[in-house]
């Protein structure tokens, strides 16, 4: 695994991790969820590794500050804990997907696969529904979120928004929220304030009925679902879920959905098997190729 650099249209420099290089065909851009990054989401780590055994170069896509690990003490089991993205720019969504993808045409890669794990997904759905380029040749969505639903089933949200609103009109927005966001993250407050208010990633509106399906129905290229059976923002069924997704694309037989039996959200104890069903998908979109 090496660091990679790459620079958005706006001069921030993003880091990001790379398995593998460019004497590879194949490439897949993997967007972090929030809060999430190689240092400490053995989920990417575990899926890079895998893929470069194969012969598959794995970008791991950090968007904005989500490189940057900020420790913490967690109080609630007396132990320190690291999280990645404590402080994302949701309006520079599209920027920050777009340099990624570039920078994979502009090393020549023959098949390019761009996913996401978690709000990594809407990022890439955001992408997809509204580039007019065709750079990117199958997706992969892997948990992605409802926004306003999950507002309303994850801990200290309302009592977080409130505070990071106050913080932010006192000009507070840069500083670090006293207690965990969602119960499970350190984050700034404008950062709590750009999520609740980031209209452009409420593109899955399963549950919610609040967003847009545009993106999902504009995405031009194929690609595969995946989900836990046992994720807990996704509702009572998560397969339905994501079919109900699926639905909305232009051309759902095209696409599969995919289930991993017993794995949650972030799919911890199953990073093997997530790595594995990515291999999969890689493999699926090959065998399209070739026919």
């Known amino acids: 695994m090496d660091i990679l650099k790459v620079i958005t249209h706006r001069g921030l420099e993003l880091k990001g991790a790379i398995f ?16 999430s990054n190689i240092f ?4 990417l780590y ?20 989500s490189f940057s690990c900020f420790a913490y003490s967690d109080f609630s089991t007396g132990k320190q804990r690291h999280a990645g993205t404590f402080n994302d720019d949701f309006n520079m969504v599209y920027e920050d997907v777009e340099s990624y993808v570039k920078y994979a045409k502009e090393m ?8 996401g794990h978690s709000l990594g997904s809407n990022k890439i759905i955001h992408y997809l529904g ?8 199958y997706f992969i969505i892997s948990s992605p979120v409802d926004i306003m639903y999950w507002w309303t089933v994850m801990p200290n949200i309302d009592r977080c928004f409130s505070m990071a609103k106050r913080w932010v009109e006192d ?26 208010n980031a209209d452009n990633l409420k593109n899955c509106p399963v549950l919610s009925g609040e967003g847009e399906t545009d993106s999902l129905y504009n995405i031009k290229c194929d690609g595969s679902f995946v989900i836990g059976s046992k994720d807990s923002v996704t509702g009572e069924s998560p397969k339905e879920f994501m079919e109900t997704l699926n639905s909305w694309t232009k051309d759902p037989n095209h696409n599969q959905v995919i289930e991993i039996e017993n ?13 594995q069903t990515i291999m999969d998908c890689i493999e699926h979109y090959k065998s399209l190729c070739a026919v």
Do not use: W
């Open 46 to 65: 575990t899926t890079g590794k895998l893929l470069e055994e194969n012969d598959i170069t794995c970008i791991i896509a950090h968007a904005h500050d």
């Open 130 to 137: 509204n580039t007019p380029d065709n750079f990117v040749d």
């Open 40 to 43: 400490q989401n053995e989920l």
């Open 108 to 115: 020549g890669f023959k098949n390019i696969i761009l996913a």
């Open 171 to 196: 000009g507070r927005g840069d500083d670090i929220l006293p207690f965990l966001f969602g119960g499970f993250s350190p984050m700034t407050a404008n950062t709590v304030v750009g999520f609740y």
């Open 263 to 275: 794995a949650s959200h972030i799919f911890y104890g199953k990073h093997k098997e997530y790595a």
């Open 20 to 35: 593998g290089d460019n004497t590879n065909d194949t490439v897949l851009i993997m967007l972090t969820g929030i809060c």
